[in-house]
């Protein structure tokens, strides 16, 4: 795809700001102004995407609450990577036939990586007549067109075409307040995991290009964020589809040498793209924090060939060892599933084994959920359910007791955390991240927040340190 393909024009933004105007003005006219509850559902690349949708809203009027019965616009930004996910979605639409009841000029939408699905778009054609606008992260960028639309037409509106997908540079963003924020730096996947629906609904992978990349670090630097986060799903093969000879890394080292306070961390990384260059470059840096994401997902090799996932165990393991060989004390968390279709229990305790081996900091486990469409949901799985849960239990219980470990050998040390908000714990009233992203709660004043300080640890369990300021 050539580059001009994948950009969006300015022209063509521009026209979205028209509509932006359009929808205000619309309001202006009625009495009270427009209030939205966008509810967001999924990874932080979805949390990113909530934050430009509101952005939009923010400049077409809206405010916001987190109560669907006061909106005049619901939105759900939906996740499709496990039938979870999706079963609680349909839950939330249904309750929201209710509010519509109540209020019958309330538009509900729906988008976000379910609405990109067809088999989703064409059940709330159907079945849910109360949704207004359904469209998908490709069309994320048109939203103020969307929603001009059903405004005008008082039709149902549905975006959602399959797509290589594009680039919109300056929509804008509603951030939280705070001290965290989230950049994507690439979109979409080419990896095809064969149980993940993830590149069936975000498209290919396009690279942002650097400057837009380090000139947004640079602002939010500016305006006072101190934890960012990079997000990609897969951003070591950031790059690739530039042309630049330009990669990950390097882009990690340009970003380094903006001047300021803070930290960078990145997600996910994949381990078949993951260099020691990156490795080497993290270790050299200022602000990167000592922390890797590196998913695994399974400890056998013959289920990672069956996930397509292109690397073995071996590998991953060479990944590691080079990893802490470079960065002493670096924080290694991960993904993992159990039960992908055919494993059987040896090959699972082999991912149990690979949990003990490695010492992971945290581990995100996941039991097999198929997806329609994909390549693993068409292999047979005869394992029930039950078993699953047995193996995934003792998963838990190795890396509960690892966890519990590391964060109890932190008592008694002092380290440097970020205060990055109130906790709701009376006696540990604020909370703080480590730079390897561990949670800490501190007794200290709230005027902390926002700043670098070292604490005491003082205590532990599985999920947090406890600790306080020094
Ligand atoms: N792109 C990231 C990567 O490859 O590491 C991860 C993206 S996915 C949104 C987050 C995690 O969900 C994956 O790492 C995997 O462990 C899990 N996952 C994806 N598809 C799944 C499925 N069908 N069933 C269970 N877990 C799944
Ligand atoms: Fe899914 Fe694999 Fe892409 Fe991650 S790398 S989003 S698991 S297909
Ligand atoms: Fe993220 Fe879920 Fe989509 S994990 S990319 S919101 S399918």
């Known amino acids: 795809m050539e580059r001009e393909n994948v950009l969006i024009p300015a022209a063509d933004l521009d026209r979205q700001r028209g509509f932006e105007e359009k929808i205000k003005a619309m309001f202006a006219g009625r009495q009270a102004h427009p209030v939205a509850c966008v509810d967001t559902f999924g990874c932080q690349q979805n949390v990113a995407d909530g934050q430009k949708l509101m952005g939009m809203l923010e400049e077409s009027g809206f405010t916001f609450t987190e109560d669907p019965k006061e909106a005049d616009l619901v939105i759900l930004n939906t996740c499709a990577v496990r039938e979870h996910a999706e079963d609680r979605v349909f839950g939330n639409l249904g309750i929201l036939t209710h509010t519509k009841k109540e209020n019958s000029e309330q538009v509900i939408c729906l988008c976000g990586c379910m609405a990109q699905e067809s088999r989703v778009s ?14 998908g992260p490709h069309a994320l960028w048109k939203f103020p067109e969307l929603l001009w639309q059903v405004y005008e037409t008082h039709k149902r509106v549905f975006s959602v075409q399959d ?230 239990d003792r998963l838990l219980e190795v890396q509960n007791a690892k966890s519990a470990q590391l964060h109890a050998a932190y008592i008694g040390k002092t380290v440097r955390v970020l205060v990055d908000g109130e906790s709701g714990d009376a006696d540990f009233p604020l909370s703080s991240r480590t730079e390897g992203n561990r949670l800490v709660r501190l007794q200290g004043d709230p005027s902390l927040i926002g700043q670098f300080i070292d604490v005491k640890i003082t205590g532990s369990n599985t999920w947090a340190l406890y600790g306080e300021a020094i």
């Not at 064409?122 to 469209?135: A, G, Q």
């Not at 095809?192 to 000139?215: H, M, T």
């Open 122 to 135: 064409e059940r709330i054609k159907k079945s849910y007549p109360h949704v207004d606008l359904v469209f």
């Open 163 to 392: 797509e290589h997908g594009t680039i919109a540079e300056g929509i804008p963003v509603v951030r939280e307040r705070g001290v965290k924020a989230w950049v994507s730096i690439m979109y979409g996947c080419n990896n095809f995991c064969s149980y993940c629906i993830v590149p069936y609904v975000r498209g290919r992978e396009r690279s942002r290009d650097p400057q837009a990349v380090l000139s947004e670090v640079r602002q939010l630097v500016e305006a006072g964020y101190r934890d960012i986060t990079l997000l990609g799903q897969n951003v070591n093969s950031y790059g690739n589809d530039l042309d630049l000879g330009y990669d990950f890394a390097d882009l990690l080292s340009d970003i380094d040498q903006i001047p300021g306070d803070y930290w960078i961390r990145f997600m996910s990384s994949h381990p078949k793209d993951a260099t020691r260059k990156l490795f080497d470059t993290m270790a050299a840096s200022r602000h990167v924090t000592r922390q890797l994401h590196l998913p695994f997902q399974s400890g056998n090799d013959r289920v990672l060939r069956e996930m397509n996932r292109r690397y073995t165990r071996a590998q991953y393991l060479d990944l590691i060892r080079y990893a802490r060989s470079v960065m002493p004390g670096l924080v290694v968390t991960s993904d993992v599933i159990i039960g992908f279709p055919g494993e059987t229990e040896a090959e699972a305790m082999d991912t149990v084994s690979l949990v003990e081996e490695v010492g992971f900091d945290a581990l995100f486990t996941f039991i097999y959920s198929p997806r329609p469409g994909t390549r693993a949901a068409e292999m047979p799985d005869l394992v029930p359910r039950a078993e699953k849960q047995k193996w995934f």
